[in-house]
């Protein structure tokens, strides 16, 4: 249930997003006794929550679920003074101070210093239909799916990092998967990419793009394959399509207010989390197109808790 704060008048640090970037600034900012407000968005725990074992992060000998660490995380920033709020950031105004926070359901919240850690989300096909086949056979998450693959056919498009991961964990479950690439080389890291390549499950198809998923009774059961040097198509039974195509930083409810690249991520001041705007700061997948691990979301989180605590200090505002 949403927690109500009768002192929200005005906030000093207002962290919009709750997956590693966000927690990370709360452990900071709660630390320095900003007593932040961490609005939780659509997806509490962001991406990691969608993924079963982080093998990766710095500190921890054996794996440990992304579930786990997000909830670690989250109650180490709580003991330092941080509060939560289940709700979405609809839109904010920075062309005023303080900033107006608007949210979902619960009331505005204005604040001092926003740090955006809004985060990414996957990206789609665009083909008709798509979205609705979520849970009918269509996936962004394998390791949330895969069990429910178990002995059947699927496919996973992509030709990243991602895409290998995804279909090394599907050969747990699934008896064959295809990987579906629209190149003949991989963007994906060697040893993600070898690691699938030995897989007997796993079959690449190359060249190609799918230009149509096929339904039977709601749920997916097909697609239509092109060939990109030939252009011939054919069709291709299956259970399941995994998609890991990229991602799509969550920056609709800034509007314009905020300098982006060209495919939407935030730009910060080169070695900070500053941006166009002073007292709003970035951090995490929002702001990186390249990275995006959960360790490096950390460390940026880190950084904007910093940047924050310092602006804040400078113009008396803590
Ligand atoms: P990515 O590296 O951007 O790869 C996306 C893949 O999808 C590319 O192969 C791309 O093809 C393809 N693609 C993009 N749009 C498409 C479309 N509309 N139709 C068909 N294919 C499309 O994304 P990612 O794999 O999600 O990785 C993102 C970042 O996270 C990377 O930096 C990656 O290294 C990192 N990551 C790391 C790990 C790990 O280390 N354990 C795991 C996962 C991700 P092209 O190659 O032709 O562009």
């Known amino acids: 249930m949403a927690e109500q704060h009768p002192a929200d008048s ?19 900012a709660a630390r320095a006794q900003l007593a932040p407000l961490v609005i939780e968005g659509s997806e509490p725990g962001g991406q990691l929550t969608l993924t079963s074992e982080v093998e990766n992060y710095p500190g921890f000998e054996d794996p440990i679920l992304g579930v786990d660490l997000v909830e670690r995380m989250k109650k180490q920033a709580a003991r330092f003074g941080a509060q939560y709020r289940s709700d979405d950031v609809v839109r904010v105004d920075l062309s005023q101070r303080p900033f107006t926070i608007t949210l979902g359901r619960g009331g505005p919240v204005r604040a001092h210093a926003l740090i955006v850690a809004s985060g990414a989300r996957a990206r789609l096909l665009g083909l008709p239909g798509e979205s609705e086949l979520f849970g009918r056979g269509l996936s962004s998450c394998a390791t949330c799916d895969g069990a429910f693959f178990k002995d059947r056919v699927v496919a996973v498009v992509g030709g990243g990092d991602s895409a290998m991961e995804e279909a090394t964990f599907l050969t747990r479950y699934a008896k064959k998967i295809y990987v579906i690439h629209r190149r003949k080389e991989l963007r994906a890291s060697r040893i993600l990419a070898d690691r699938a390549r030995s897989k007997s499950t796993i079959e690449f198809v190359w060249n190609t793009r799918v230009t149509a998923i096929h339904t039977e009774n ?31 930083p969550n920056t609709e409810w800034l509007g314009d207010q905020l300098p982006t690249d060209d495919a939407g991520y935030l730009l910060a001041e080169a070695g900070t989390s500053e941006t166009s705007i002073p007292g709003v700061f970035v951090a995490g997948d929002v702001a990186d197109r390249i990275y995006q691990q959960a360790v490096t979301a950390a460390g940026t989180g880190c950084i904007a808790a910093l940047d924050a605590e310092e602006y804040l200090a400078e113009h008396d505002l803590a």
Request: proline share 2%.
């Open 10 to 28: 005005v906030r000093s640090l207002v962290i919009v997003g709750s997956g590693i970037s966000g927690l990370s600034a709360a452990v900071y």
């Open 218 to 248: 709601s749920l997916v059961s097909g697609l239509t394959l092109e060939d990109l040097e030939t252009h011939e198509t054919k069709e291709l039974p299956l259970d399941g399509l995994f998609l890991a195509i990229g991602h799509i």
